[in-house]
């Protein structure tokens, strides 16, 4: 209220200004309403007998005519031939002194510039320190916005996949509805929920449905929202924001990646004067500063906790954490059910299926394989999403986009057609591997072929004997190229990278090794190009890891290729049916290790020609779903 009657009186004394301004120099009413007219054209009308009286004042000359018109002209001087001519012509005149200005007048012009640049002064400062709401300059005001209880429409019903942590915020929804219910017993709620999970597994959409629930305002802001250039600005709009929302309690603030402003203070070159430690400083005082009752419950998401400030997640701010994993299986479904809903699916997909294919995916990276088999679907001028589009979009998000014009020779689709080949014969003969899901030598992404595996369960830990067979795998490609093609390809670069990464970790940090035991030898941060050399530990004692690692990667070699040298037939049938078809499915990988000619693709596959660099065409391609 006071602000607004400091603003209207400020646009009062303004327009004083101004009309007094005007007042001084117009010149309309100064004449009355004359009109302007040369000296000579005067003389002449007075001479003509046209003029019967004239008023002489300081330079301006103003003559009322016979027709009682009045005109006006000016002169820098009094002539005196002019009063002779007033007698000789019977014109009635008098002579008067310049009008003085007042004295309020007088103040008015001579402080009037000096008075605007000290207006100009004091607007601008008050809009760099936030006095102006949403102008050029207010750095202080919050940028959060806020969604009322009209305008948020997510409830716990558009969330799923973590339906404990839904279980975790329940309450804060029962006190936002009816706080009395925990005050009555002693009870307090917790003052801020930190969510921590990897991206994309819907934190800020729980943190949207916990509003929504309770139906109460929703302040939504970004950590990185609070930093800027000037030391200052972002603790006062951590108060700024603070204050409008005890304005609209009960209410709910949202602050997304807090880490941005939450890091451990004194880790800057700033010291105590950088601004984000001067922001997490305030936005500590704030949290511990308003009391129990008021209503506000701070929520912030993170997928970096353990770089947060110890300050902010005692007791009394951050007091409770709300882990939001990825999904499991039963999960997913739930999640896409969620997404399908919004989607014309047809009757034959299945969400379960579609579950157990997607290990490992996020709710965001769900929600984009429906809208990715939506898309398939527009393609193909379809009015149902089936079941062939959801596999090509699964195939899009793990493989990447089909590289259909890439000209390749038909030695290097051979030679390809080998590398995968002995990749899915190691993985379908070793007893602990995940099943061969698809195996394909159309160029993808990066790759110039793909052997697709997929685990039957969701994996929570890893096991040395199924780390050593996934060793054995990569190096399948590798053998097959030496065995049936009888030269060596870079294409096994990433194989070997991804192998000697694993058997490093299993000597150095999983404790897998018997000569060297249960001690760790390296960490994350010592870590380098390949795993690196942690300098903490002696060289013999590096030589020996070096020694260890070389004993896995050789033994689990051997086992590789004396699996493909036992099965050159398998290799010799799954080559000739990539080359025919490119894809080969579960089904059709079945029936060639169990000794007999794959099944053709199935009905409703889109059939290709891919360009070859060697004259004729290749041979006729499908890719077959799963």
């Known amino acids: 209220m006071n602000n607004m009657f400091s603003k209207s009186a400020i646009w009062v004394v303004v327009a004083l200004l101004l009309f007094m301004l005007f007042k001084q120099f117009d010149s309309h009413s100064i004449s009355g309403g004359a009109k302007t007219i040369a000296y000579s054209d005067l003389l002449d009308e007075i001479k003509a007998k046209r003029v019967k009286d004239l008023v002489i004042e300081g330079n301006t000359i103003t003559a009322t005519k016979t027709d009682d018109t009045r005109v006006r002209t000016t002169s820098t001087y009094l002539d005196r031939g002019l009063i002779g001519d007033l007698r000789d012509n019977g014109v009635r005149f008098d002579v008067r002194p310049p009008e003085e200005p007042s004295f309020l007048q007088q103040v008015f012009v001579s402080w009037f510039p000096m008075l605007l640049l000290i207006g100009v002064w004091i607007f601008f400062m008050r809009q760099m320190q936030g006095g102006g709401k949403g102008g050029a300059f207010s750095f202080g005001k ?75 305002p929703f302040f939504s802001i ?36 807090i880490d941005a402003v939450g890091r451990h203070r004194g880790a800057g070159m700033g010291g105590g004067n950088d601004e984000r430690e001067q922001t997490l400083n305030q936005l500590l005082v704030e949290m511990d500063g308003f009391e129990a009752s008021s209503g506000v419950i701070v929520i912030a998401a993170t997928n970096r906790a353990d770089v947060l400030d110890k300050a902010l997640l005692r007791p009394g701010r951050f007091d409770r954490q709300v882990s939001v994993g990825l999904p499991d299986i039963r ?67 793990f493989m990447g986009p089909e590289r259909k014009s890439m000209v390749i020779r038909e030695e290097e689709r051979r030679n390809t057609a080998y590398h995968e080949s002995g990749h899915a014969v190691v993985a379908k003969l070793l007893p602990k591997a995940d099943p061969v899901h698809k195996v394909t030598i159309m160029p993808r992404g990066w790759a110039l072929g793909l052997t697709w595996q997929l685990p039957e369960h969701d994996r929570i830990s890893g096991y040395k004997d199924k780390m050593l067979e996934e060793i ?65 530990i002696s060289e013999a004692t590096q030589q020996k890891v070096d020694a260890e690692i070389r004993k896995i990667l050789d033994t689990q070699y051997a086992l590789a290729r004396h699996l493909l040298e036992e099965n050159r037939d398998k290799v010799e049938m799954m080559t000739k049916a990539l080359l025919d078809w490119e894809t080969i499915d579960a089904d059709q990988i079945n029936d060639i290790m169990a000794g007999q000619e794959p099944r053709p693709p199935k009905a409703g596959v889109t059939l290709r020609k891919t360009p070859s660099g060697d004259g004729p065409a290749a041979s006729p391609n499908a890719t077959a779903p799963a």
């Open 472 to 536: 054995s795998i990569l190096f399948g490609g590798r053998i097959a190229e030496e065995l049936f093609v009888g030269q060596m390809s870079t294409g096994a670069s990433n194989d070997f990278q991804r192998a000697t990464k694993l058997a490093r970790s299993m000597v150095t940090k999983f404790g897998m090794s018997d000569t060297l035991g249960v001690m760790v030898y390296e960490d994350e941060q010592n870590e380098g190009f390949l795993g690196g050399t942690n300098k903490t």
């Open 331 to 397: 999960g997913r479904e739930q999640i896409l059910n969620v997404h399908m809903r919004k989607v014309p699916i047809s009757t034959d997909v299945k969400a379960d299926i579609l579950a157990r294919g997607t290990p490992g995916f996020s709710g965001a990276d769900l929600a984009n394989l429906v809208n990715e088999a939506a898309l398939f679907a527009a393609r193909r001028s379809k009015r149902l999403v089936d079941m062939q589009d959801f596999e090509d979009a699964k195939d899009k998000i």
């Open 142 to 216: 919050s940028k959060a916005r806020m969604l009322d209880e009209t305008n948020n429409t997510v409830t716990f019903a558009d969330v799923a996949g973590c339906d404990e942590a839904k279980e975790e915020v329940t309450e804060i929804v029962d006190f936002l509805k009816d706080p009395t219910k925990f005050q009555k017993l002693g009870g307090r709620i917790p003052r801020g929920v930190l969510m921590v999970g990897p991206p994309g597994t819907g934190k800020t959409l729980l943190a949207r449905a916990i509003a929504g629930e309770a139906k109460v």
């Open 222 to 257: 970004s950590g990185s929202d609070f930093v800027e250039m000037f030391v200052g600005v972002g603790a006062s709009r951590v108060r700024d924001m603070f204050e409008n929302a005890k304005k609209h309690s009960p209410c709910i603030i949202f602050i997304d990646e």
